[in-house]
Each structure stands twice: as structure tokens, then as C-alpha cells.
């Protein structure tokens, strides 16, 4: 509340009479309150955020090997994480094709791998019939090289979570005929 002090005035020593000063005090008590009664309200009613970790699906652990017929080349298109965010990748061909040097490209991350995805999923699903549980052909082989960072794997399953593909592999040994594909893509 505020309250009004009267001090001083009437007949001094002097003779003279002084009209009385007036000084104005503004006590701040209840703005106080109100001050910790908002940042208590504000602390209990906002939700801290939490970490989020991305899901990751992977194969039960069985001790019975199950027998898998192995991939063609042509329902594959194979991701190669390279340094300077850059991703070789090859659609629908072997490394070892003699075809496979002139058909290898070269992207980036985001917008352009995630175009590339969508194009090769759609060639591929298109010419192929759709699994027993419903799944396309298409199949995507990540494999990372010595080179590549951390960041890029992450950012490779964020954009299979993005396309939607449901069929990836995450292969981190290259065969000879990739590393000969590769030549000096592969060193440090």
C-alpha cells in the first residue's frame, strides 16, 4: 500500500511559517508476492524437455539361422557415406559390374538423397511385386566409410525414417570390388 509521511512544518525558530512537506513511501511487499507467486505458477505448469532418441528397428536375436535369398542388385540401391558430406550411391547395379564406374553418382544430404530415394523406391517398386508382409522390393545398403562422420549416419536414418523405407541394411565392410569402385574415396 502506499502511505503519505507528513513531516516538518509550522512556526521554527525562525519566525517563518513552512508549509508541510508531503513524502509519498509505496511499500512492495504484495508486488513481491505476486512476483514469486508467477515464477512458482510459470515453474510448475511448463514441461522441461526431454531428450528424444531415435528408434531404430532391428532383427530378433534367434539361435536357428533363417535362410534369406540373397538380394539382387537390381532391387538394391546402395549408400556410400563419404567425407565432406558427400554420398556415392549406386541404383540398382553391382559394384562389381563393369557398368558400375560410370553409374556411380554423387549427393548430398537432405533434400538431394532424399530425391534420390524417392525415385529409386519408385523405379524399383514399380517393376517388382511386394512382399509377403506387404513391403516393397526396395531395399537400401548403407554403408559408411572410414572417412565419414557420425553426423552422416545420423542423418542417413533420419532421411530413412523421412522416405518411409522400410527395408535398410547397415553394412560396415566394403568388398574388394566396392573398394576398388571407390579407389581413393575410401583413404583419409
Known sequence: MAEIVE????????????GKKMSTR????????????????????TTMSKPTSM???VPDKTEEQVKTEPLKASKVLTLFLGKNDD????????????????????????????SVIFESAKRINAANEKDDKGYGAFVVVIKPL???????????????AITK?????????????????LGDKVKP
Open 55 to 57: 528408434t531404430l528397428n
Open 146 to 160: 572410414v572417412v565419414s562422420t557420425y553426423k552422416n549416419m545420423v542423418d542417413v536414418l533420419d532421411e530413412m
Open 26 to 45: 509505496v511499500d512492495m511487499t504484495p508486488m513481491v508476492d505476486l512476483g514469486f507467486l508467477l515464477i512458482t505458477f510459470f515453474m510448475l505448469a
Open 87 to 114: 554420398v556415392f550411391y549406386l541404383d540398382g547395379i553391382a559394384a562389381d559390374d563393369p557398368k558400375a564406374e560410370e553409374s556411380m553418382k554423387t549427393t548430398r544430404f537432405g533434400p538431394d538423397l532424399r
Open 7 to 18: 513531516s516538518g512544518g509550522g512556526k521554527g525558530d525562525g519566525g517563518k511559517v513552512r
Open 165 to 181: 523405407s522400410k527395408k535398410y541394411a547397415l553394412v560396415d565392410e566394403l568388398t574388394d570390388s566396392e573398394k576398388k569402385l
